[in-house]
C-alpha cells in the first residue's frame, strides 16, 4: 500500500476527446428525459448541463456526464444532483456527500441539489420504486436565480449546501406521499431524518461526517481488488488538497514508485470484458481523475515512518485493460487517437494494457515497453 498527498491551486484542463455535440433545449424536463449532458435555455441564458440519476458517483458515469460539460465557455456550467435516492427496501439509498459537491467547485461546476416527487412501482420488485422524476419547478427557479448570479462556482455550492436541511425534507415528504401512492416500502424515513439532520444542520458538520464516510470508502477500496481489475502496480490511496480547504481522499488504482529515480506514476485503470478498449463513458470516468492529477503542484510520499517525502517527478496515466485479445476496429483506432491527442494536451500518458501508446503511425498505435 502507497500513501500519497498532494495539493491543487487550481484546474488547467482542455477537453478533446469524443466530446458531444450538446443539443439545446428550451424544457427543462425535455432535456433530461432525452440526454445526459444538454445546452439548457432559459430566460436569454445557456446553461450546459448535466444531472445525475443518483448521488453516488458509482452509478449511472455521472463524472462522464459532467466531462462532457465541460467543453462549454458560453455561460453557467451546471450539474443537478439529487440530495438521496431510494428505491425501495429491495433497492439502494444513496445520499450526497461534502467531497461531491466540493469536486464540483473545484472544477468550476454550479451544483443544483435536487429532490425526487414521482416514481413508478418497479414491476419485477415487491418494494422498488423505478422512473423517478425531479420537482422541475423548483429547478426552474434555482435556474432563474443562476441566471442573476455573479459570483463563482464554490460560493453557489457553498449555498446550496447551506439549504440541505429544507432540501431535505422535501425529499423526505416526496418519499413518504410516493410509498402511499405505489404500496412500496422504503428504508425507515425516520432513520433517513436522523441522518440528514446529523449531516446538514450545517455546512462543517456535512463535511466533516462525509469525509469520515470518503475515507472509510477509500480504505476499503485500497484494501480490495476487483476481480474485473487487472492491474500492474501497487493500490495506493492519494489525499488531496485544494485552495478552497477542501480535501479528497481517493484511492489510485495502480502506483509505481521509483525510489531511485524518486518518480511516482498515478495511474487511473479501466477494464473490458469482451471488447478491445473500455467504453467511453468509462473512459471519461477516468479522465475526471486525469484532471485532479494533472494539476497537482506538490506530490508527497509518506513513509512507514509517517515522514512525508516529497516527490521530484510524478507522471499520472490512464491504463485501458482488455481480458480478451481483441482486434481493433477502425473505431476503436479513432478512440485511442483521440484520447492520445487530449493526453499531449493535457501532459498525461496512455497505457494499453502494459505497454505505452507512445504514437500513431499510419493510423496504428505504436506500442513501446513502460517504465516508471
Request: with cysteine.
Amino acid at each position: 500500500m502507497i500513501h500519497l498527498c498532494g495539493t491543487i491551486e487550481g484546474i488547467k484542463y482542455k477537453p478533446k476527446f469524443l466530446l458531444p455535440v450538446l443539443q439545446t433545449y428550451h424544457d427543462l424536463s425535455e432535456g433530461i428525459k432525452h440526454s445526459s449532458s444538454f445546452i439548457y435555455k432559459r430566460s436569454g441564458n445557456e446553461f450546459a448541463v448535466s444531472w445525475w440519476v443518483s448521488p453516488k458517483r458509482t452509478r449511472s458515469y455521472p463524472y462522464a456526464r459532467v466531462y462532457n460539460t465541460l467543453q462549454f465557455s458560453k455561460g453557467k456550467i451546471v450539474t443537478i444532483i439529487p440530495i438521496m435516492k431510494d428505491e425501495g427496501v429491495d433497492g439502494d439509498r444513496d445520499f450526497i456527500q461534502w467531497d461531491t459537491v466540493a469536486l464540483m467547485s473545484l472544477l468550476g461546476v454550479y451544483v443544483i441539489i435536487g429532490y425526487y416527487v414521482k416514481a413508478s412501482k418497479n414491476p419485477k420488485y415487491k418494494n422498488k420504486v423505478t422512473s423517478q422524476g425531479f420537482d422541475y419547478e423548483y429547478l426552474e427557479k434555482k435556474f432563474d436565480e443562476l441566471s442573476n448570479y455573479r459570483s463563482d462556482a464554490l460560493h453557489w455550492n457553498m449555498n446550496e449546501l447551506s439549504n440541505l436541511k429544507q432540501i431535505g425534507e422535501k425529499a423526505l415528504e416526496s418519499y413518504k406521499r410516493i410509498s402511499s401512492e405505489t404500496k412500496v416500502t422504503f428504508h425507515d424515513l425516520a432513520s433517513a431524518r436522523k441522518r440528514i439532520e446529523k449531516v446538514m444542520s450545517d455546512v462543517e458538520a456535512f463535511k466533516n461526517f462525509s469525509r469520515t464516510l470518503s475515507l472509510k470508502a477509500q480504505y476499503r477500496e485500497s484494501i480490495t481488488r476487483q476481480p474485473k481489475e487487472r492491474t500492474y502496480g501497487n493500490k495506493g490511496i492519494i489525499d488531496i488538497k485544494n485552495y478552497l480547504g477542501g480535501f479528497y481522499h481517493f484511492t489510485v488504482d495502480e502506483v509505481f514508485f521509483n525510489s531511485k529515480k524518486n518518480k511516482v506514476c498515478l495511474i487511473e485503470a479501466k477494464n473490458t470484458k469482451n471488447s478491445a478498449l473500455p467504453s467511453e463513458d468509462d473512459i471519461k470516468d477516468g479522465l475526471l481523475k486525469m484532471i485532479l492529477y494533472t494539476n497537482l503542484k506538490d506530490l508527497y510520499y509518506i513513509s512507514e515512518e509517517q515522514e512525508k517525502i516529497k516527490v521530484n517527478d510524478f507522471t499520472p496515466m490512464l491504463r485501458l485493460t482488455t481480458e480478451k485479445e481483441v482486434n481493433m476496429s477502425n473505431k476503436d483506432y479513432t478512440v485511442l487517437k483521440s484520447l492520445l491527442e487530449e493526453a499531449k494536451e493535457n501532459h498525461f500518458e496512455i497505457l494499453f494494457n502494459n505497454k505505452k501508446v507512445n504514437n500513431f503511425i499510419n493510423n496504428k498505435p505504436e506500442l513501446i515497453d513502460f517504465i516508471c
